[in-house]
Structures are given as C-alpha cells and as structure tokens.
C-alpha cells in the first residue's frame, strides 16, 4: 500500500477523482475536439458520510479555469464543517492538456492542506506553496495536477486518445496512474439516463480503484464515480444536475 493512502481522507480521494498525469506515456491525443464549458452538481455519499460536490469549467482567451467544492450536507455538517475548494486553470496544445495553476484550501479534512503551484514548461518546475511552505519541484515531462488530469481524460476520451498511463503531480510526489477502459452500460442518475463508457484508474502501489462512468453526450462528464478499496465500496458520486455554458 502507498504510505500517503494512510494520511489522505475520503473527501481528498473523492475530489481528485481525475487521476492521473500530464505526461503522457502513450502517444498523446493530437484532433482538435474541445472540451465543453458547465456547470454539474454531484450528490455524494462516503460511508455514514453525505456530501454535495459541485464542479465548474469556463473557457478563457487562453484555455479554461476549472472550479471544484465539495462540502458536507444533512447531518454530515453535524460531524465535520468546512469544504474542499480547488481550482486549476489549464490550457490545451498539440499535445492535449496541460496545467498553468493549481490552488486548493482544505478546511474539511483532518489535514487541512493549502496549496498554491504554478507550472513552468520552459523549466519544467513546479513551485508555489504547500501550507505556507515554499515547494518547487523538478517535472519528468507533462505532469498533471488533481484538477486537470480530470480534464486531460476527458479531452482524451473525445479526441480518441486514451492513454494507459499517465502522470500526476500530487504536490509532494510525482505519481503514476494506470488507465484502462471497462466497457459500456446503461446508467441512471437524477440527472438523467445515459449510455455511458466505464474507465476505471488507479495509482502504482495503491490499494484504491477509482471508476468513471463518462458520457459521450455530456463532453464525456463522469456522471458516476466509485471508489472501491481492497474490493469494498468506500465512496459513490452520482450526477445530479448538468448545464452547458455558453
């Protein structure tokens, strides 16, 4: 088991569940499909735990700027208060997608980790800082962070350039993330039923498997994420509400 599973809680698990890097291993996707601006609401549930995930991405004159909290809801805001609130802002190349700024402010989990990292592909480094700590960080090629390798999948998926392996910059370790496609099904959500493909990640020496049920319709949204560890169900978000933006 990776040692960092022992100190990271289900919400962190939960909101990265875009796993993955910004290197990629297998040849990168080279069309030009976009991706799609929205706004998404998720219900989520962790164990005894219930949670509200409600995720952004807007498109800029220079690439998109994803939005990403989740926060307790119900009786879970009896238990633990607060919220994880992430943003990246990223850009897309010839190669796909690639991270220019990563924030994160962690008030819920037992941690409560900040971060603020900006990626320098001239030098390939990251920097910034991690709970008012300077950090800088020396990348092994396109590296994602938890926010935008979300979005890499997603682009991926609709230029047909699904890699098996990616790389994720966690922000105290780079971390491979191995990438296979699980088929097709029909899924219902409150948002809706869908047609939808399955892809299932999970990083080197980890215990977790996370899996994704995107749509094709939706820019390949994840309209189901599960998380299951050592074969058990530890987490399941479900799509609530979706709307494109112009």
């Excluded at 990403?68 to 897309?92: C, D, M, N, Q, Y």
């Excluded at 800088?136 to 926010?147: A, I, N």
């Amino acid at each position: 088991m990776n040692q960092h599973d022992n100190h990271r809680t289900p919400g962190q698990y939960w909101i990265s569940w875009f796993l993955a890097a910004v290197c990629l291993l297998a040849s990168p996707a080279q069309s030009n499909g976009k991706l799609t601006a929205y706004t998404a609401e998720y219900k989520v549930r962790m164990s005894i735990a219930s949670g509200r995930l409600n995720t952004e991405l807007e498109s800029t004159e220079s690439g998109y700027i994803a939005r990403h909290t989740i926060v307790p809801t119900g009786i879970s805001r009896l238990i633990r208060r607060g919220a994880i609130a992430e943003v990246a802002e990223f850009a897309s190349g010839t190669d796909g997608i690639y991270p220019i700024a990563y924030q994160s402010n962690d008030t819920l989990s037992r941690d409560k980790v900040r971060a603020d990292v900006h990626f320098d592909w001239g030098a390939n480094e990251a920097s910034g800082t991690v709970n008012d700590e300077q950090l800088l960080s020396v990348l092994e090629g396109l590296s994602y962070d938890r926010v935008s390798i979300q979005y890499a999948l997603m682009h991926d998926l609709i230029n047909d350039g699904l890699s098996a392996q990616y790389r994720m910059f966690d922000v105290d370790e780079l971390r491979i993330v191995n990438v296979r496609s699980i088929g097709k099904k029909q899924v219902e959500v409150a948002a809706g039923t869908f047609s939808a493909v399955g892809i299932q990640h999970q990083r080197e020496n980890s215990s977790r498997v996370t899996t994704l049920w995107c749509v094709k319709e939706l820019g390949y949204l994840p309209v189901i994420i599960e998380q299951h560890r050592k074969g058990e169900l530890r987490l399941r978000a479900t799509l609530r509400s979706y709307s494109p933006s112009n």
